[in-house]
């Protein structure tokens, strides 16, 4: 099943792992990477590092967690002027050893903190950085969620 990546709702997209005597492939087939213009990672060395948030209203992302574990929040934005201080937001636990892809559509705030320190993020965005820049808004990190508050 190939996922659509232009839906407005956001994927977790899980991939596989084939083990053999040569070492391990781990895939996400249901990934289609077309619409991907650019590559970032982002590593927290610390827990504490909250990274949040970060909206965009064309831009859509995609997060796969290589290295430890991160918790990551999606908020869908209306009112970009004044967001509704009562959105609840959605939770995702993203972990090397699962090895899944978390599509987070345009339209929508991300914020993210490390659960182990030295985690690594690795972003694909379907926009190229010149148009990213033109689509940058930035929320307080305290609206939405209480990042002090142990997750799992
Ligand atoms: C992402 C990126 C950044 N940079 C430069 C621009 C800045 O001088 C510096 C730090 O970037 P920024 O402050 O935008 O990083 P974050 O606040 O983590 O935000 C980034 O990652 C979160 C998750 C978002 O959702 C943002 O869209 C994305 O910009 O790296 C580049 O030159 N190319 C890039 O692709």
């Known amino acids: 099943m190939e996922i659509d990546l232009g839906t407005k709702k956001h994927q977790l997209i899980n991939g596989a792992v084939h083990n053999d005597h040569r070492g391990t492939v781990a895939y996400v087939n249901d990934f289609n990477m077309s619409p991907i ?5 982002i590593t927290h060395t ?5 990274r949040a948030w970060q909206a965009h209203k064309i831009e859509a992302k995609y997060f796969k967690c290589t290295k430890g574990r991160f918790v990551i929040a999606i908020v869908p ?6 967001p509704d201080v009562n959105s609840k ?4 636990i993203l972990q090397a050893d699962k090895n899944q ?13 490390a659960l182990e320190a030295n985690s690594e993020l690795i ?5 190229d950085l ?7 808004y930035r929320f307080d990190q ?10 799992i």
């Open 89 to 92: 937001p959605e939770i995702f």
């Open 37 to 41: 213009k650019r590559m970032y990672t």
């Open 46 to 50: 610390s827990t504490t590092v909250v």
């Open 77 to 82: 934005i209306k009112d970009w002027n004044t």
């Open 130 to 136: 010149d148009s990213a820049k033109n689509d940058q």
């Open 101 to 113: 892809v978390l599509c987070v559509p345009k339209g929508h705030a991300n914020g993210f903190k």
């Open 142 to 151: 305290d609206l939405w969620m209480d990042w002090s508050k142990k997750i």
């Open 123 to 127: 972003v694909f965005s379907d926009q």
